[in-house]
T-cell receptor, first 114, second 113 residues
Framework: NAGVMQNPRHLVRRRGQEARLRCSPM?????VYWYRQLPEEGLKFMVY????????ESGMPKERFSAEFPKEGPSILRIQQVVRGDSAAYFCASSPGSQNYGYTFGSGTRLTVV | DQQVKQNSPSLSVQEGRISILNCDYTNSMFDYFLWYKKYPAEGPTFLIS?????DKNEDGRFTVFLNKSAKHLSLHIVPSQPGDSAVYFC????????????FGSGTQLTVLP
């Protein structure tokens, strides 16, 4: 049973381009969380999704960022018109239910905006 | 506003001795606390947790202590091993928050052989 799979591991984008980060949760997990870690900081919550539903997006920047978790396929975090400040490590985590606290993280996608 | 604080960015400990990592929080609504360990270029790995109804939880070499009145928790690792060298994050969760975690900024633990 593979863990939480994130790809790509590294992504380089020029300013103004779009970045798409993918996350496949663990088998049997229907809850996905996205976190962002800026350099020298802890992880910051972005969004919590269940299949086809956004449950809590209180941590998402108001513009340029969106997330989805379709019925089929991975969860996608999309960043439009990237800026240098978007450079960070983006981690996805999954759990089987909203009450499972120690959820499992993927290895992250390191986004570099040049 | 940092609701979870880890005031020591780094800690060095001799192999075999005790490592004590500290964490303070300000939000009295937090009712569940977790410690994660993170190696470079990897995601955080869940280590141990504690509910606010307890003051201690132990799992092998790892023990977490919670002092609710002081809004303080600590992670004890005994005995420390070189493989424990990593960044340790404290995290907290509040009820009704969709179980999103609020993380501290981490403490880099180095265990010297």
């Amino acid at each position: 049973n593979a863990g939480v799979m994130q790809n790509p591991r590294h992504l380089v984008r020029r300013r103004g381009q779009e970045a798409r980060l993918r996350c496949s949760p663990m088998k049997g997990h229907s809850h996905v969380y996205w976190y962002r870690q800026l350099p020298e900081e802890g992880l910051k919550f972005m969004v919590y999704l269940q299949k086809e539903n956004i449950i809590d997006e209180s941590g998402m920047p108001k513009e340029r960022f969106s997330a989805e978790f379709p019925k089929e396929g991975p969860s996608i975090l999309r960043i439009q018109q990237v800026v240098r400040g978007d450079s960070a490590a983006y981690f996805c985590a999954s759990s089987p239910g909203s009450q499972n606290y120690g959820y499992t993280f993927g290895s992250g996608t390191r986004l570099t905006v040049v | 506003d940092q609701q979870v604080k880890q005031n020591s960015p780094s800690l060095s400990v001799q192999e075999g001795r005790i490592s004590i990592l500290n964490c303070d929080y300000t939000n009295s609504m937090f009712d569940y606390f977790l410690w994660y360990k993170k190696y470079p270029a990897e995601g955080p790995t869940f280590l141990i947790s504690i509910s606010s109804i307890k003051d201690k939880n132990e799992d092998g070499r790892f023990t977490v202590f919670l002092n609710k009145s002081a809004k303080h928790l600590s992670l004890h690792i005994v005995p420390s091993q070189p493989g424990d060298s990593a960044v340790y994050f404290c995290a907290a969760s509040a009820p009704g928050s969709a179980r999103q975690l609020t993380f501290g900024s981490g403490t880099q633990l180095t265990v010297l052989p």
